[in-house]
């Protein structure tokens, strides 16, 4: 059944869209629905979040010291005072309301949830306090209202880094930048207190395969590089390596021949007395985290070939001093309360056409495609899921009967207004400590300030 509004002279459906999620793919998407949908009909939306603040990773995954990716925010702030959409704070889908429920009070559903979990590594040493993810350092120095406490980094030296996207290239810089650069910034005051006692002297950033696969991007390499000028050195790639690399160099595509030229203007760093050194190593994968008397002391590593493309072992092993390892291989999605038999596991995604699930289901964004893209690739594929939902709606392909309010049914939900006084709250507090920000990262106190 279709709800009317008399909007215009003649008589025009409504359409209620649910969102689940408020991250980039979410706030997208119904940016893409909303200004696109023909006049044929109106159409709301209601996001729900399962945090009483909005826009996932670009608030938490985003780093403190890249405030210009966070304009993304704009979308959903303008929508939300320009447009027919109400936001639901502090509300899981999946524990807090069912689809099941979702499906009585919406035509078409949006699952832009995100992913929730990391890679692991299953080899010895893995367990050991020392050796974390960096999906929680991330969510840490971020401020993500969580009970993870990473290792002191007093008494630490030598950090390994696994992975070297560009998360591992946001951590290195987190543990190399001097404290000044991130003090202005709405990094977690936690964060701040650690990195002050910091003793890191040495970063290795290591990869299985070779500096053809490497998965950073020029502009995040060149910010690492750039901390030459305040005394952070880079140590030069491997010899044997880079000198087989370099006549190849030119005839790369455009965007890595400027990734491999960057890193090459860089390979002789002078600086007398560096503060800090960091490497980029490569073609070796860890095979146990070794502990010495109570504490991770070294990872051994094998050294790797690649054979038509797959990474094959070798005999030779190597041994990297380290008292912190940090995972960065990447995150993991899950499913939802109802949507497991549409999970592919091993793509750690939804299986969708063009961000379809199922009639009158949709996906956006990381859960869609798997967990990799910046917040520009993840916009323009979540207008195409958009555009999908809004040719079903004008097909009259969606989820049919009568929607009633969901509201009542929602009685803890954070609603925008509520986050506005978080916002304005942690904006203060920021100015007050000379920080753009200073995020309340604990639930309990976030509700006590949205409900006083
Ligand atoms: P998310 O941003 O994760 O949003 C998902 C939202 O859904 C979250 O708010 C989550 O709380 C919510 N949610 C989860 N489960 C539920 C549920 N059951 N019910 C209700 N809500 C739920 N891209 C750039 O362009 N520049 C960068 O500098 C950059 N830095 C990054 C740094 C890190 C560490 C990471 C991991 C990614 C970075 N990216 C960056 C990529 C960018 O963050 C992603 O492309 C983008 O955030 C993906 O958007 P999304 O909406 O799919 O997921
Ligand atoms: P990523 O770019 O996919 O990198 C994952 C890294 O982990 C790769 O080096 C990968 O190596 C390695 N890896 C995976 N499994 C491994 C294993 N079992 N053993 C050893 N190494 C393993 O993922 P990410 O760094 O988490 O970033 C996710 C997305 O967010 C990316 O699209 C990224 O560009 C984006 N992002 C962007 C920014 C920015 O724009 N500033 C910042 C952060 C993140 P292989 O290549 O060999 O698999």
Not at 215 to 228: G, Q
Request: hydrophobic share 35%; aromatic share 10%.
């Amino acid at each position: 059944m279709r709800f009317f509004s008399s909007s215009c002279r003649t008589l025009i459906p409504t359409y209620k869209v649910a969102v689940v999620g408020s991250g980039p793919s979410a706030f997208y998407t119904a940016y893409h629905v909303l200004s696109k949908k023909p006049e044929t009909f109106n159409v709301t939306v209601d996001f729900f979040e399962k945090l009483p603040t909005p826009f996932g990773l670009s608030r938490y995954g985003v780093a403190p010291d890249h405030p210009e990716v966070k304009n993304c925010e704009d979308y959903l702030r303008t929508m939300m005072k320009d447009s027919p959409v109400r936001f639901f704070g502090n509300v899981t889908v999946g524990k807090d309301i069912t689809l099941g429920e979702l499906e009585q009070s919406y035509h078409s559903i949006c699952l832009a949830y995100g992913v929730d979990n990391d890679n692991s590594l299953d080899i010895p040493g893995s367990d050991s306090p020392q050796v974390i993810p960096a999906r929680q350092f991330v969510n840490w120095y971020n401020g993500y209202p969580t009970d993870f406490k990473p290792p002191n980094l007093e008494g630490i030296e030598d950090v390994t880094i696994i992975g070297n996207g560009n998360v591992a290239l946001d951590v290195a810089r987190v543990l190399l930048a001097p404290i000044d650069h991130w003090k202005p910034t709405d990094i977690s005051e936690d964060a701040l207190e650690v990195l002050r006692g910091s003793t890191v002297k040495n970063v290795n950033i290591v990869a299985r395969r070779g500096l053809l696969e490497s998965a950073f991007t020029t502009k995040e390499i060149r910010e690492l590089l750039d901390l030459s000028k305040k005394g952070i050195k880079f140590i030069p790639i491997e010899e044997s390596l880079w000198e087989d690399f370099v006549p190849s160099i030119n005839k790369l595509d455009r965007p890595n021949k400027r990734k491999f030229t960057t890193i090459q203007k860089h390979l002789n760093q002078q600086i007398e007395h560096p503060q800090k050194t960091w490497s980029l190593q490569y073609m070796k994968s860890p095979k146990e985290f070794v502990t010495e008397n109570g504490k991770l002391a070294k990872t051994i590593f094998t050294k790797n070939e690649l054979v038509e493309g797959k990474v094959v072992a070798q005999d030779e092993q190597i041994e990297v001093k380290n008292e912190l390892v940090i995972l960065s291989i990447g995150y993991r999605g899950s499913s939802i309360a109802g949507m497991e038999r549409y999970f592919l596991d091993r793509e750690s995604r939804l299986q969708n056409k063009g961000g379809r699930v199922k009639p009158g289901y949709y996906t956006s964004g990381w859960i869609k495609n798997g967990p990799k893209g910046i917040i520009a690739s993840t916009m323009m594929d979540s207008f195409d899921t958009g555009f999908n939902m809004l040719e079903d709606l004008n097909n009259g392909e969606y989820l049919q009967g009568e929607k009633a309010d969901i509201t009542e049914k929602l009685p803890n939900a954070v609603t925008w207004d509520q986050w506005l006084k978080l916002d304005d709250f942690e904006l203060k507090q920021g100015e007050a400590k000379g920080k753009s920000r200073d995020k309340v990262n604990n639930i309990e106190k976030m509700l006590e300030i949205v409900n006083s």
